[in-house]
């Protein structure tokens, strides 16, 4: 599994759009990078997953440069409820629907009104 | 939206005692999983299982642990003779075969 990193933890003002960038230099070819969101007490929860470029959910979008080293999830217009965990997770994605999940520490996100 | 569902969310138990953590996985969903969550901690892989067997495991699933199936919907978690350092959340987890996986809100199990 590639490893990932990303910073251990950011402020956001509400209103505002975030970016919270995962580096992972080691991306394999099959490699596909998922973002997981946490809140205190609860289970993780699947935001946004992508291969490249850029995709686009209701939640989010994942922003993915051509050399894949790198990717960027934006979440727009923040809120106070979106005060969590983020993690940043690579995996391969040709298991068939199998995906053991490795979490790191994540991106501890606190959105201040 | 389907979801994981897990019970109870809350175990409260003796050292030494046997519990069941009881999960719900996604109707069709074919992988299923539990991880385990130590206060402050990251969150961290036991086991994952398909087709009514363990597919794999990590170093912390020993053989205090075990996973069963015992009909078409219910994926249940079994620890023999808890211990203190057992008090984690719990989570379920299954996958659909694009592996996207969701997670079920947890069991907060306490040993005292």
């Known amino acids: 599994l590639a490893k990932t990193t990303q910073p251990i933890s950011m402020d956001s003002y509400e209103g505002q759009e975030v970016n919270i960038t995962c580096s992972h230099n080691n991306i394999a070819t099959n490699d596909y990078i998922t973002w997981y969101q946490q809140f205190p007490s609860q289970g993780p929860r699947f935001i946004i997953q992508g291969y490249k470029t850029k995709v686009t959910n209701e939640v989010a979008s994942l922003f993915i440069p051509a050399d894949r080293k790198s990717s960027t999830l934006s979440l727009p217009r923040v809120s106070l409820s979106d005060t969590a965990v983020y993690y940043c997770l690579v995996g391969d994605g040709n298991s068939g629907g199998y995906q053991k999940v490795t979490f790191g520490i994540g991106t501890k996100l606190q959105v201040i009104p | 939206e389907p979801e994981v569902t897990q019970t109870p969310s809350h175990q409260v138990t003796q050292m030494g005692q046997e519990v069941i953590l009881r999960c719900v996985p996604i109707s069709n969903h074919l992988y299923f999983y539990w991880y385990r969550q130590i206060l402050g901690q990251k969150v961290e892989f036991l086991v994952s299982f398909y087709n009514n067997e363990i597919s794999e495991k990590s170093e912390i699933f020993d053989d205090q642990f075990s996973v069963e199936r015992p009909d078409g919907s219910n994926f249940t978690l079994k620890i023999r003779s808890t211990k203190l350092e057992d008090s984690a959340m719990y989570f379920c987890?299954?996958?659909?075969?694009?592996?996207?996986?969701?997670f079920g809100a947890g069991t907060r199990l306490s040993v005292l």
């Open positions: 987890a299954s996958s659909d075969y694009r592996g996207e996986t969701y």
